[in-house]
Structures are given as structure tokens and as C-alpha cells.
């Protein structure tokens, strides 16, 4: 069954569901976002029963947004529980604290941070909402001078939101360790036995040391084959330990050079946001995430990789860092856009007016040609902005 809201579903997840003729919970949102009459729609009341009546039901959700709809209707269930474990920063800790006893962190309200003392702090550290998304909020400390910048950032007016609370409220922040590394995004799911079923992993790229943005994910044989068996052994003890069976996530982690694994955060019942993601294992992989979780079904790695080359498949945020106001801004130029990236296979362009972005790009990169994507990952984009 598959929960719709907003801000966004792809053509490809939508398509997914009407060839495969899941169940999608007919809510106001839903319909709003849907407007086919040929879908597998199910009443609210039907599948509240359903789901109530179920043990470990399945349920896809595309957005967070999704989240107040289960724990209004789903008391019943272990999901509410299990969706809080993970999306609440502070809860997320304390449940592996056992597992990493040694990591540092700490729950600040949002009052405290304009006088609080970073001298009794261990630099670098990472300042974040406990329950956040899309990197808002987020800053990264080394310096005294990187905490005065947060300070003036980290304000009420700066961090209004169009999330609903239970997906991202600035009253409550983390304060934790710096981890070392290299990060990545996972795309994963716990089947119905309680196995770790991996469908994705992704090098998030930073342009630089302080950098927090999401502009480039990038995907490989090469990123699959080195790190999927570690992502599942590191998995396994966080699904025992919260009892998950059909249970859907996105895990942001970091790997440093001896290959230890440290958590960042674990996004419960969906894949990455705004269906970018699992839509970018069928490009790179030509397999369905969202199919293949429904279905209980596993990826086989050495059937699609036989015969495939090592192309670099990435996903680009094209984020608004230009510094120019959206109202100064005629049309971002797409097609010039084309002209510099090797092969764009989908645009998605965005209403910038009302997102911090100009649109999504999902790109095949040749191995040979990787300067592409460190150029897009630098830019500031005011090359394709038209006044």
C-alpha cells in the first residue's frame, strides 16, 4: 500500500503504480497530486483496516508528509514507535548508543544557541534540528568563527519551513561529533523476514569541508560492489533492535578509510525525497526500488552488472546558491544546461519561486569525464540564470 503526499511524486513512481496496480490510499492529498480515477484508490477507513489488521504491513510512503496520517491513524501498530525511533535525531542515538558508546552528542533547544559556550565543546561538531530534512538547518562547526555564522542562521525566521511539524520543526536541535569520512546515501529495506535488502548506494560529493547542501549523489558498480555487503552487516543489529520487518528507509552514513561505518541519520518508510533516488536505481540499474519492496524482491547484482559498463550515475540538486533573488530571475536555461553535462536523461525543473531550487537532473557520466561533475558540484549556477 502507498501513502502520496506532497510536495512531489514522479511520473516514474506514479507510473509504477498503476502498471503494477498497487493500492494508494485515496487522501485529499493523494487526489490533489493524482487526478486518475484508473488507479487502485482505497478509502481511508479500508486501509486504516487493513493496515490495522495486519502484521507488519507493507507501506510505501513517497513523502514525509505522510508521517501525521500514520500516527493519527496507525496507533495500533509498532510504525508510529518505529518512525519516531528514527525520526527524531535524539531518539535515533540513544538507540544505537550501545552500538557506538563512544559518540558524543546532545539535545539543545533552539533558544539556548545564541548563548551557548562552544569552549566546553569538542570541535568540529554538527548542529541540526532533531527532526529536519533536505539539510535545513544543518551546520557544520570546526571553527569559533563557523559559530557565529551558525548563530545568525539558526533563528526561527530563518528556518521557517513549508514541512508540516512532524517532518521538520527548528524548536529542538542536535548537537553532535563530526564524523570522518566519506558520506553516503542508501536506499534499503528490511524484507518481511527481517533481512536487509540494499537497492542503492550513493557518494554524496561535498564541495568543500563545509558544505551541506544535496547538489550531487552519484552511483556506480564500482560504489555497489565495494560497499553493499558492509551496509548490510551494519543494518542488521538496528533492524533487530527495532523490531523491523517491511520496513522501507534512507540511511545517510559515513565510511572513512579503514571502512568504518558511523551513522548519520536513518529516514524511516520512504527512499530519498522528492522520488530521486529509487527512481535513479532504474536508470542506473534498470531495476524498480519501489517495485522490488513491494514484492519482496532482491536485486541480483551479478546479473546487472554482467554486462554493464561503469558509468557514473548521479542525481543533481540544481540548489539556488547564486546568491540572486528569485524574483530577479527570468528562466533558468536548461538547454545550456545540455550543452555541459555528457548525457542528461531526465530534467525536472522546479518552481524556484517556491522551492529553494531550479529543478533535478539525472545524469549517466562516463568514468573518463568525471570534471563534469566536479564543475557542476562547484558552480554556483549564475551561468544558466537569465535576468
Same mark, same amino acid.
Given at each position: *500500500?502507498?501513502?502520496?503526499?506532497?510536495?512531489?511524486?514522479?511520473?516514474?513512481?506514479?507510473?509504477?503504480?498503476? &502498471?503494477?496496480?498497487?493500492?494508494?490510499?485515496?487522501?485529499?492529498?493523494?487526489?490533489?497530486?493524482?487526478?486518475?480515477?484508473?488507479?487502485?484508490?482505497?478509502? !481511508?477507513? !479500508?486501509?486504516?483496516?487493513?493496515?490495522?489488521?495486519?502484521?507488519?504491513?507493507?507501506?510505501?510512503?513517497?513523502? /514525509?508528509?505522510?508521517?501525521?496520517?500514520?500516527?493519527?491513524?496507525?496507533?495500533?501498530?509498532?510504525?508510529? =514507535?518505529?518512525?519516531?525511533?528514527?525520526?527524531?535525531?535524539?531518539?535515533?542515538?540513544?538507540?544505537?548508543?550501545?552500538?557506538?558508546?563512544?559518540?558524543?552528542?546532545?539535545?539543545?533547544?533552539?533558544?539556548?544557541?545564541?548563548?551557548?559556550?562552544?569552549?566546553?565543546?569538542?570541535?568540529?561538531?554538527?548542529?541540526?534540528?532533531?527532526?529536519?530534512?533536505?539539510?535545513?538547518?544543518?551546520?557544520?562547526?570546526?571553527?569559533?568563527?563557523?559559530?557565529?555564522?551558525?548563530?545568525?542562521?539558526?533563528?526561527?525566521?530563518?528556518?521557517?519551513?513549508?514541512?508540516?511539524?512532524?517532518?521538520?520543526?527548528?524548536?529542538?536541535?542536535?548537537?553532535?561529533?563530526?564524523? !570522518?569520512?566519506? /558520506?553516503?546515501?542508501? %536506499?534499503?529495506?528490511?524484507?518481511? /523476514?527481517?533481512?536487509?535488502?540494499?537497492?542503492?548506494? *550513493?557518494?554524496?560529493?561535498?564541495?568543500?569541508?563545509?558544505?551541506?547542501?544535496?547538489?550531487?549523489? $552519484?552511483? $556506480?558498480?564500482?560504489?555497489?560492489?565495494?560497499?553493499?555487503?558492509?551496509?548490510?552487516?551494519?543494518?542488521?543489529?538496528?533492524? =533487530?533492535?527495532?523490531?523491523?520487518?517491511?520496513?522501507?528507509?534512507?540511511? !545517510?552514513?559515513?565510511?572513512? &578509510?579503514?571502512?568504518?561505518?558511523?551513522?548519520?541519520?536513518?529516514?524511516?518508510?520512504?527512499?530519498?525525497?522528492?522520488?530521486?533516488?529509487?527512481?535513479?536505481?532504474?536508470?542506473?540499474?534498470?531495476?524498480? $526500488?519501489?517495485?522490488?519492496?513491494?514484492?519482496?524482491?532482491?536485486?541480483?547484482?551479478?546479473?546487472?552488472?554482467?554486462?554493464?559498463?561503469?558509468?557514473?550515475?548521479?542525481?543533481?540538486?540544481?540548489?539556488?546558491?547564486?546568491?540572486?533573488?528569485?524574483?530577479?530571475?527570468?528562466?533558468?536555461?536548461?538547454?545550456?544546461?545540455?550543452?555541459?553535462?555528457?548525457?542528461?536523461?531526465?530534467?525536472?525543473?522546479? %518552481?524556484?519561486?517556491?522551492?529553494?531550487?531550479?529543478?533535478?537532473?539525472?545524469?549517466?557520466?562516463?568514468?573518463?569525464?568525471?570534471?563534469?561533475?566536479?564543475?557542476?558540484?562547484?558552480? %554556483?549556477?549564475?551561468?544558466?540564470?537569465?535576468?
Amino acid at each position: *500500500m502507498i501513502l502520496i503526499d506532497h510536495p512531489y511524486i514522479s511520473d516514474f513512481l506514479l507510473r509504477t503504480i498503476k &502498471e503494477n496496480n498497487f493500492e494508494i490510499v485515496s487522501t485529499q492529498e493523494a487526489r490533489s497530486l493524482i487526478r486518475d480515477d484508473a488507479m487502485n484508490w482505497i478509502s !481511508e477507513h !479500508e486501509a486504516k483496516h487493513k493496515l490495522l489488521n495486519t502484521a507488519n504491513p507493507l507501506l510505501y510512503t513517497n513523502s /514525509e508528509n505522510s508521517l501525521k496520517w500514520i500516527f493519527d491513524n496507525l496507533k495500533g501498530t509498532d510504525l508510529p =514507535d518505529q518512525i519516531k525511533l528514527f525520526k527524531d535525531k535524539f531518539k535515533f542515538r540513544e538507540l544505537i548508543q550501545d552500538i557506538f558508546p563512544d559518540f558524543i552528542f546532545r539535545k539543545i533547544k533552539i533558544d539556548e544557541i545564541q548563548s551557548l559556550d562552544i569552549d566546553a565543546l569538542k570541535l568540529p561538531f554538527v548542529i541540526k534540528p532533531s527532526l529536519g530534512f533536505f539539510s535545513i538547518g544543518v551546520q557544520i562547526i570546526h571553527t569559533k568563527s563557523d559559530w557565529h555564522f551558525a548563530q545568525k542562521k539558526l533563528t526561527y525566521d530563518n528556518l521557517k519551513s513549508i514541512y508540516p511539524k512532524e517532518v521538520m520543526d527548528a524548536s529542538t536541535f542536535i548537537i553532535e561529533e563530526y564524523i !570522518e569520512g566519506e /558520506e553516503f546515501a542508501i %536506499d534499503a529495506y528490511f524484507n518481511n /523476514e527481517g533481512g536487509v535488502v540494499v537497492l542503492n548506494i *550513493m557518494h554524496h560529493v561535498f564541495s568543500s569541508r563545509t558544505d551541506v547542501s544535496d547538489r550531487l549523489y $552519484s552511483t $556506480s558498480q564500482n560504489i555497489i560492489r565495494s560497499y553493499k555487503e558492509s551496509i548490510e552487516k551494519f543494518l542488521s543489529p538496528i533492524g =533487530d533492535k527495532a523490531g523491523l520487518k517491511n520496513f522501507p528507509l534512507h540511511l !545517510e552514513v559515513r565510511i572513512d &578509510e579503514r571502512g568504518t561505518i558511523r551513522p548519520i541519520e536513518i529516514n524511516p518508510l520512504r527512499f530519498g525525497g522528492w522520488c530521486t533516488t529509487a527512481d535513479l536505481s532504474w536508470y542506473a540499474f534498470k531495476f524498480n $526500488s519501489y517495485q522490488y519492496f513491494i514484492q519482496n524482491k532482491k536485486p541480483d547484482w551479478d546479473e546487472i552488472f554482467k554486462d554493464k559498463k561503469d558509468e557514473i550515475h548521479s542525481i543533481v540538486l540544481l540548489n539556488n546558491n547564486s546568491g540572486i533573488k528569485p524574483s530577479e530571475i527570468c528562466y533558468f536555461d536548461f538547454e545550456k544546461l545540455q550543452q555541459d553535462l555528457e548525457h542528461i536523461l531526465v530534467i525536472r525543473e522546479l %518552481d524556484y519561486n517556491k522551492y529553494p531550487a531550479f529543478g533535478i537532473v539525472f545524469t549517466e557520466t562516463s568514468q573518463d569525464n568525471k570534471k563534469e561533475l566536479k564543475e557542476i558540484l562547484n558552480s %554556483d549556477l549564475g551561468k544558466y540564470i537569465r535576468q
